[in-house]
């Protein structure tokens, strides 16, 4: 068999002219995707793929093998499809639990290394050694025990990304119970939300956080949530603000964060069936009931994990920090695939430019970070400040950049590999959904990377582009979907598999549907092009907004854009465009009309803008992503929606007030 080589592969477009990145063929040879390859006999990755759609059963058995799960027991049978694809049940006859795997095997392994490393805004930091790691969760799953709290009973976690987190996350799955990780920036009703939704007994919550130098009272607004759920019972308190705030507490619910005498017989790994449920984790949502994606121990912590092996090339001798809150899947995706590959994994509590612009750079310095993980948005806000707080840290560490949560526009991706990476990490894109635990494109290391693309598919994972008669499509935008069920797929949404069921897999029998406008190139490389709902569509052309936002980007003058469509008579729909300008800019009606001609000049004068407006901030959720439905909803007057997840809601009022719509 040949050993794997980059010119081997031309899935990847190694001949493509616009390539960014190809990696060293030494150091991709030795990469663990390389290795994988090697060890299943496929030299080539588009065979790979191809066997691992036709046959699920065999890619994820032989994935498993090569990310090393720690079984109490192995499967007899990989996967079970006598329910259909939307109901696969995986690893039959096994045993496991990922919160014992997680830490308990490394505890063994080396109990003196580092699984946590911890950072707070002041500039304070710790570290957990893996013993400890294991110690704490025993001690706070018993302490859990003791406040009733059950196999199969379900707990809110509302904290900011502290190393309490990550124990009361292993500590509630080494019980069985399932935790519903909370947003920490939610308000009262978005969390109250969750918690009657999924029922839940407990809520571990902490007195407060820092944001931008300033304490949030989170136990107040804990209180306020729980004060209309009556199933929780308690309220398990986490102390961060010591002297800081004035804690309201409810003797008799309200309990302190406890690590009791260790109980000896909880280091045994207990029999858990991998399809239990370990987490339900709530999709953002605009008005209604909120969607519950259930998942369970043999699926999201493997997918998560073998992601991070297979498409980032994490190993044991790696450090992680994806910047990222415990409400945004990232945060469960980080902690249950780092812990499980062995890696250390950093974590922030604070924000990225407090209290200084290089604040993420001095910590991937003072870490020796080798994955960093930001958002495109986090990226163009830096891009701000200029490359001076870049340069003046050491980011030799750095060998992989990560980047989700939503499309790149050309610039910024340039931005992020030439001064962070210093042109030499590749930057491995990274989309998919909550619902499927993390990828369905991805890039990776073994292959040369163009900007803003994806190299294919998420290593096992069955994906195409289709038209609307669900054949593929190549060279042209179509529907992105999941033609094979994987085991991150969510068992579905709690208590309502109908809605599961219509939601994913309705439109076409036997395809995920993901609801994600995409594309391929001529040579292979993938594009993800908005959610196919964001569609904008002017006199019967069809545009994705990313499309819209990159050209305006594209104007030296402008930050950050947000493209939605508008009602009008005539065309139906015409594009309005809000823009963030860059530091210095002057906000006139030359600027504005320059900025739509760069759109007309892009992507053809039918598609010039409407209407250019310039804002101080885009509405985003902290993790980054910009609400293009709440933009939409300001600017046409019109019920936003749940506010309770963006990063600033004042950013709200002020589109309304640029809006003819709304002023008059």
Not at 286 to 303: E, Y
Not at 348 to 361: T, V
Not at 386 to 398: A, F, K, Q
Request: charged residues 25%; glycine residues 10%.
């Amino acid at each position: 068999m040949r050993s794997p080589r980059t010119d081997d592969w031309p899935i990847f477009g190694h001949d493509a002219p616009d390539v960014a990145w190809r990696p060293d063929p030494g150091a991709a040879a030795e990469a663990r995707l390389a290795r994988f390859l090697r060890s299943t006999g496929e030299p080539l990755l588009d065979a790979l793929q191809a066997r691992g759609t036709a046959d699920p059963g065999w890619f994820w058995g032989a994935a498993a093998d090569d990310i090393a799960v720690a079984w109490a027991r192995p499967p007899r049978e990989i996967v079970d499809l006598s329910g259909g694809p939307a109901w696969a049940r995986w690893w039959i006859g096994g045993s496991f639990d990922w919160s014992w795997a997680a830490v308990e095997p490394r505890a063994t392994r080396d109990p003196d290394g580092i699984a946590i490393t911890w950072e707070g805004e002041p500039g304070t930091s710790g570290h957990v050694s893996n013993r400890d790691l294991a110690l704490a969760v025993r001690r706070a799953a018993q302490h859990l025990r003791s406040l009733g709290v059950g196999e199969g009973d379900r707990v809110g976690i509302l904290l900011p990304m502290l190393i309490e987190t990550v124990v009361a996350v292993l500590a509630v799955s080494r019980i069985g119970a399932i935790f519903t990780p909370i947003f920490s920036g939610y308000g009262a009703p978005a969390i109250a939300s969750r918690l009657a939704d999924c029922e839940a007994k407990l809520l571990i919550t902490a007195d407060g956080f820092l944001r931008r130098g300033s304490w949030v009272d989170l136990k107040s607004v804990a209180d306020a949530a729980v004060a209309s759920v009556p199933s929780v019972e308690h309220v398990v308190v986490v102390p961060r603000a010591g002297d800081a705030l004035e804690v309201p507490w409810t003797e008799g619910r309200d309990v302190p964060w406890a690590y009791p005498a260790e109980d000896p017989h909880e280091t045994a790994p207990r029999d858990r069936d991998p399809e239990t449920p370990y987490m339900i984790i709530y999709t953002s949502g605009t008005t209604g009931r909120p969607k519950g994606a259930v998942h369970v121990h043999g699926g999201f912590p493997i997918k998560a994990a073998q992601d991070l092996a297979h498409t980032f090339d994490l190993t044991e001798r790696d450090t992680l920090f994806w910047f990222t809150d415990l409400g945004w899947m990232m945060g469960p995706w980080a902690i249950a695939g780092s812990l499980l590959l062995g890696a250390r994994l950093v974590l922030y509590e604070g924000a990225p430019d407090y209290p200084a612009p290089d604040r993420l750079w001095s910590l991937v310095e003072r870490h020796k970070v080798t994955h960093l993980g930001l958002s495109p948005t986090v990226i163009r806000a830096s891009m701000a400040h200029g490359e001076e707080p870049v340069r003046s840290h050491d980011r030799s560490s750095l060998r992989v950049l990560g980047s989700t949560g939503e499309p790149w526009n050309p610039e910024p991706w340039w931005w992020y590999f030439r001064e962070v990476g210093e042109g030499r990490c590749p930057i491995v894109n990274y989309s998919g959904g909550t619902e499927v635990s993390g990828g369905i494109v991805g890039s990776n290391v073994i292959g040369p990377i163009k900007p803003a693309s994806f190299s294919g598919p998420c290593i096992g994972t069955a994906a195409d582009v289709v038209d609307d008669a669900a054949e593929p499509v190549r060279g042209k935008v179509g529907e992105l979907v999941i033609r094979s069920p994987l085991p991150g797929m969510t068992r579905g949404f709690w208590r309502d598999p109908a809605r599961y069921e219509e939601t994913y897999w309705s439109r076409w029998p036997g395809l995920w549907a993901h609801g994600d406008w995409a594309s391929v190139d001529a040579d292979g490389f993938w594009y993800i092009h908005g959610r196919s709902d964001d569609t904008l569509k002017v006199a019967g052309k069809r545009v994705g907004p990313a499309e819209v936002e990159s050209a305006a980007v594209a104007h030296p003058a402008v930050l950050e854009a947000a493209a939605i469509g508008v009602p009008h008579e005539i065309k139906g729909e015409v594009i309005v465009v809000l823009c963030v300008l860059r530091p210095g800019e002057v906000d006139d009606a030359d600027l504005r009309a320059s900025v739509a001609k760069r759109v007309a000049d892009d992507l053809g004068k039918p598609l010039k803008p409407d209407t250019v407006a310039v804002v101080k901030a885009l509405p985003k959720t902290r993790s980054g992503k910009v609400m293009r439905r709440v933009i939409r909803a300001a600017w046409l007057g019109l019920d936003p929606g749940d506010l309770s997840a963006l990063d600033d809601p004042s950013s709200v009022a002020e589109i309304a007030a640029r809006s003819p719509l709304t002023t008059g």
